[in-house]
């Protein structure tokens, strides 16, 4: 059983949804619904498991409706049809209270633009969480300083929030979303607010940090080198509607429509695909034009840049093996070549085949 | 589906109140502030089961229904007053007895101006609600004045009591901790307070009146203003309801309502409380509803996804963050205040608009001036004191704004 599974998810917005709603189901896309009702189509026929433990990542540009789609993990909007199950349990069908206990316990968010509270200090944000759960401020204050501590803020928690840089606030906002412990992060856009190198600096922080703990992120992001370096698996959703969901390798290797083509076009191929997923397979590859003294062998799991210049420079043939030692399969130039060219990788390997 | 239920739930309960509205009139009960409750409780769901109704039926259907009923009691309007005036013509017939030509056209002179027979009876269906409305409910007004009252005389009676230098250091004390600590504040109002008593003896215990109608008058918009103001911000519909009361309430001219002021109850301090309550109050509403629709909606956003019900919601992050905002709006509602005592005291109110409507009377322009520095002295030294509590709270919030 997956964490969190979303059914057929519909979410549109207007005056009257469930009247359009069968037009929507019908098919009609965005544009169409909201010249001829004025709806907006919000989400349209979105169908998703998140598997325990992976950062999902949902990427798609502004108005593509990934910020709505995390914003029903926690029913901070409700969709117009459709079932939401997290842990086994329909969130649709939580009343009031279940809901606010659920939102207390089980997941936390982190927002783009912090959302932190002005009016409180760092030390007080962070334990907001725990105050709403009706621990003491002794606990709530205990459990922050650790959490201060993990982000790296000490000497800061008696500061407002407008007196530390966006990236400080960031980490508080992250802080605050791991100080009630949840299984499930959502973080909308979290990083997109920050500049470059923060960014990535926060980035690092945050696998670091779920290397340690684990949890169930889902990441927001329209920002694809962002989804490639902290996604597990990868959402990308057009007008509302996913396109394609997948591991990054599949991503970039099999883009489903020329939406996702556009988007994997700029990306750096040699830090993103992995010696796995470019390898000719051992029992297909003629063992017999290569020459010992040029072998290189590399774990089936690093990433091209690594290895690339071994290539460039001897010639040599790469030995991909596994944890244990055994060889999988070879990379050669010529593998390179076709898995870093930009008019995709499938077409290009049909051709020499 | 589930309004549908709703919906049945309050059809019963209504019929139920609208059985026992029938059984209390037929009893006889004595016209008191039990039967106004009487009436207030079968009004609350009435007003619920309409909106309800309003829900439900489609929306075309509603507007074309309401045009209907407009156009009815346009109608309907229009024959009541021909019939009730008394300078209708004899016959009907004779209104096309007398035309006119405008631009050369040939019209019935009714058309050109105004008929004197086209006037609904407004004036006397107020006349004779009012009337009804003192014999019955007089009593209810006499008790609220008579509390009024009773507060004001105890709260006025301590601060004249106390001697002078003792409440200009009370004032002192009170703006330096307002206002965090400012010295150059402090200084500052505590010599306008100096001068409201220095301008001339009589005065201060005039302003200390006025004072305390005003604070009165300011408790009372707070008590009531605010809780409306979060009752807007969290409904539409309420906003939709409440706004056209507070535009009639902030445009009706003051002496429309000082008059029934003085019926109800009586001349004096009261009825001037009272005005400052209609006058004052809007501002504070409009001020604590932006104040609180203002709050960023990703804070918000960020309290729900942790969970929180909607009285932490409300206590922890939506009335903090848009206390700056009601601050301004009851330094607006003090502000407000002050002018409405000053015009009060053409109904009788004491205090500093007396001494000033007196100057007036006698033509000495001295005393008239005089008592309007007095006045404005007192607006400085109320202003800052709220003012400087508003900014105090604002630095406490938005650290980082106030400092440029």
């Given at each position: 059983m997956?964490k969190?599974?979303?059914?057929?998810?519909?979410k549109?917005?207007?005056n009257?949804?469930?009247?359009?709603?069968?037009?929507?189901?019908?098919g009609?896309?965005?544009?169409?619904v909201l010249?001829k009702?004025?709806?907006?189509?919000?989400?349209?026929?979105?169908?998703?498991?998140?598997?325990?433990?992976?950062?999902?990542?949902?990427?798609?540009?502004?108005?593509?409706?990934?910020?709505?789609?995390?914003?029903?993990?926690?029913?901070l909007?409700?969709?117009?049809?459709?079932?939401?199950?997290?842990?086994?349990?329909?969130?649709?069908?939580?009343?009031?209270?279940?809901?606010?206990?659920?939102?207390?316990h089980?997941?936390?968010?982190?927002f783009q633009?912090?959302?932190?509270?002005?009016h409180?200090?760092?030390?007080e944000?962070i334990?907001?969480?725990?105050e709403?759960?009706?621990?003491?401020?002794?606990?709530?204050?205990?459990?922050?300083m650790?959490q201060?501590?993990?982000?790296?803020?000490?000497?800061?928690?008696?500061?407002?929030?407008?007196?530390l840089?966006?990236?400080m606030?960031?980490?508080?906002?992250?802080a605050?979303?791991?100080?009630?412990?949840?299984?499930?992060?959502?973080?909308?856009?979290?990083?997109?607010?920050?500049d470059?190198?923060?960014?990535s600096?926060?980035?690092?922080?945050?696998?670091e940090?779920?290397?340690?703990?684990?949890?169930?992120?889902?990441?927001i992001t329209?920002?694809?080198?962002?989804?490639?370096?902290?996604?597990?698996?990868?959402g990308?959703?057009?007008g509302?509607?996913?396109?394609?969901?997948?591991?990054?390798?599949?991503?970039?290797?099999?883009?489903?429509?020329?939406y996702?083509k556009?988007?994997?076009?700029?990306?750096?191929r040699?830090k993103?695909?992995?010696?796995?997923?470019?390898?000719?397979?051992a029992?297909?590859?003629?063992?017999?034009?290569?020459?010992?003294?040029?072998t290189?062998?590399?774990n089936?799991?690093?990433?091209?840049?690594?290895?690339?210049?071994?290539?460039?420079?001897?010639?040599?043939?790469?030995?991909?093996?596994?944890?244990?030692g055994?060889?999988?399969g070879?990379?050669?130039?010529?593998?390179?070549?076709?898995?870093?060219?930009?008019?995709?990788y499938n077409?290009?390997t049909n051709?020499?085949q | 589906?589930?309004?549908?239920?709703?919906?049945?739930?309050?059809?019963?309960?209504?019929?139920?109140?609208?059985?026992?509205?029938?059984?209390?009139h037929n009893?006889?009960?004595?016209?008191?502030?039990f039967?106004?409750?009487?009436?207030?409780?079968?009004l609350?769901?009435s007003?619920?089961?309409?909106?309800?109704?309003?829900?439900?039926?489609?929306?075309?259907?509603l507007?074309?229904?309401?045009?209907?009923?407009?156009?009815i009691?346009?109608i309907?309007l229009?024959?009541?007053?021909y019939?009730?005036?008394k300078?209708?013509?004899?016959?009907?017939?004779d209104?096309?007895?007398?035309?006119?030509?405008?631009?050369?056209?040939?019209?019935?002179?009714?058309?050109?101006?105004?008929?004197?027979?086209?006037?609904?009876?407004?004036?006397?269906?107020?006349?004779?609600?009012?009337?009804?409305?003192?014999a019955d409910?007089g009593?209810i007004?006499?008790?609220?004045?008579?509390?009024?009252?009773?507060?004001y005389t105890?709260?006025k009676?301590?601060?004249?009591?106390?001697p002078w230098?003792i409440?200009?250091?009370?004032v002192?004390?009170?703006?330096y901790?307002t206002?965090?600590?400012?010295v150059g504040?402090?200084?500052?109002?505590?010599?306008?307070?100096?001068?409201?008593?220095?301008?001339?003896?009589?005065?201060?215990?005039k302003?200390?009146?006025?004072?305390?109608?005003?604070?009165?008058g300011?408790?009372?918009c707070?008590?009531?203003?605010?809780?409306i103001?979060?009752?807007?911000?969290?409904?539409?519909?309420?906003?939709?309801?409440?706004?056209?009361?507070?535009?009639?309430?902030?445009?009706?001219p003051?002496?429309?309502?000082?008059?029934?002021?003085?019926?109800?109850?009586?001349?004096?301090?009261i009825?001037?409380?009272?005005?400052?309550?209609?006058?004052?109050?809007?501002?504070?509403?409009?001020?604590t509803?932006?104040?609180?629709?203002?709050?960023?909606?990703?804070?918000?956003?960020?309290?729900?996804?942790?969970?929180?019900s909607k009285?932490?919601?409300?206590?922890?992050?939506?009335?903090?963050?848009?206390?700056?905002?009601?601050?301004?709006?009851?330094n607006?509602?003090?502000m407000?205040?002050?002018?409405m005592?000053?015009?009060?005291?053409?109904i009788?109110?004491?205090?500093l608009?007396?001494?000033?409507?007196?100057?007036?009377?006698?033509?000495?322009?001295?005393?008239?001036?005089?008592a309007?520095?007095?006045?404005?002295?007192?607006?400085?030294?109320?202003d800052?004191?709220?003012?400087?509590?508003?900014?105090?709270?604002?630095?406490?919030?938005?650290?980082?704004?106030?400092?440029?």
């Amino acid at each position: 059983m997956s964490k969190i599974e979303i059914k057929n998810v519909y979410k549109i917005f207007g005056n009257n949804p469930s009247e359009v709603l069968p037009m929507v189901k019908e098919g009609a896309n965005k544009e169409e619904v909201l010249e001829k009702t004025g709806h907006t189509v919000g989400l349209d026929n979105v169908s998703l498991s998140i598997e325990e433990g992976e950062t999902f990542v949902c990427m798609g540009l502004s108005g593509s409706g990934k910020s709505t789609l995390i914003r029903h993990l926690n029913r901070l909007i409700d969709p117009t049809d459709g079932d939401i199950i997290v842990d086994g349990t329909n969130i649709m069908e939580l009343d009031e209270h279940q809901l606010i206990d659920f939102r207390k316990h089980e997941l936390s968010m982190v927002f783009q633009r912090f959302g932190l509270f002005p009016h409180k200090t760092v030390i007080e944000n962070i334990g907001y969480g725990l105050e709403i759960q009706g621990k003491t401020l002794e606990e709530r204050n205990k459990t922050a300083m650790t959490q201060i501590e993990a982000v790296g803020l000490q000497g800061f928690e008696d500061q407002y929030p407008s007196q530390l840089s966006g990236g400080m606030q960031q980490r508080v906002g992250l802080a605050r979303a791991l100080a009630t412990n949840p299984e499930i992060l959502l973080m909308d856009e979290a990083f997109s607010a920050l500049d470059p190198l923060i960014r990535s600096d926060m980035q690092q922080q945050l696998i670091e940090l779920q290397s340690k703990l684990k949890k169930t992120i889902v990441f927001i992001t329209h920002d694809l080198d962002e989804s490639l370096r902290l996604g597990d698996h990868i959402g990308i959703l057009n007008g509302g509607r996913l396109v394609q969901a997948g591991t990054p390798e599949q991503i970039i290797m099999n883009p489903a429509d020329d939406y996702v083509k556009a988007f994997v076009k700029d990306v750096n191929r040699a830090k993103v695909l992995k010696a796995k997923t470019v390898m000719v397979q051992a029992d297909k590859f003629d063992t017999s034009s290569i020459k010992l003294a040029e072998t290189y062998k590399v774990n089936e799991g690093v990433y091209i840049e690594e290895f690339l210049p071994k290539v460039l420079e001897n010639n040599s043939t790469i030995v991909v093996v596994d944890g244990k030692g055994d060889t999988k399969g070879y990379i050669t130039s010529k593998e390179l070549a076709i898995s870093l060219s930009k008019t995709g990788y499938n077409e290009t390997t049909n051709t020499t085949q | 589906m589930n309004k549908i239920t709703n919906f049945n739930i309050k059809v019963v309960s209504i019929l139920i109140f609208i059985g026992l509205i029938v059984a209390t009139h037929n009893l006889i009960i004595p016209k008191n502030i039990f039967y106004l409750f009487l009436k207030l409780i079968f009004l609350i769901p009435s007003v619920a089961l309409i909106v309800n109704i309003a829900n439900i039926i489609p929306k075309h259907t509603l507007l074309f229904f309401s045009k209907v009923f407009g156009a009815i009691v346009l109608i309907t309007l229009i024959i009541i007053s021909y019939l009730s005036s008394k300078r209708k013509p004899d016959n009907f017939s004779d209104l096309f007895d007398k035309w006119d030509s405008f631009l050369g056209i040939p019209l019935p002179k009714f058309l050109i101006n105004w008929p004197k027979w086209l006037d609904t009876p407004f004036m006397h269906w107020i006349n004779k609600g009012w009337k009804s409305f003192i014999a019955d409910y007089g009593l209810i007004f006499d008790a609220i004045g008579y509390g009024l009252l009773r507060g004001y005389t105890e709260l006025k009676g301590i601060i004249v009591q106390t001697p002078w230098p003792i409440v200009i250091i009370g004032v002192i004390a009170i703006t330096y901790f307002t206002s965090g600590r400012k010295v150059g504040t402090t200084v500052f109002v505590g010599f306008c307070t100096f001068f409201i008593g220095f301008l001339n003896p009589r005065f201060w215990d005039k302003a200390i009146e006025t004072t305390t109608m005003v604070v009165i008058g300011i408790a009372i918009c707070i008590i009531i203003g605010i809780p409306i103001g979060i009752a807007m911000a969290r409904s539409e519909k309420v906003r939709n309801a409440i706004l056209p009361i507070l535009d009639t309430m902030q445009v009706i001219p003051a002496f429309c309502y000082l008059i029934p002021g003085i019926i109800l109850f009586g001349l004096g301090a009261i009825p001037a409380i009272i005005s400052i309550f209609i006058y004052a109050c809007p501002p504070l509403i409009r001020l604590t509803d932006l104040g609180i629709r203002l709050v960023d909606e990703e804070v918000i956003e960020a309290a729900r996804s942790f969970g929180a019900s909607k009285k932490q919601m409300l206590l922890g992050v939506q009335l903090p963050l848009a206390l700056p905002n009601i601050m301004q709006g009851i330094n607006q509602c003090t502000m407000m205040a002050l002018a409405m005592v000053v015009i009060a005291s053409m109904i009788g109110t004491r205090g500093l608009g007396d001494e000033v409507l007196l100057g007036l009377q006698q033509l000495n322009v001295g005393a008239a001036l005089e008592a309007g520095l007095a006045i404005v002295l007192l607006a400085i030294v109320l202003d800052r004191m709220t003012q400087a509590y508003g900014d105090k709270i604002q630095e406490r919030t938005q650290p980082g704004k106030k400092k440029q």
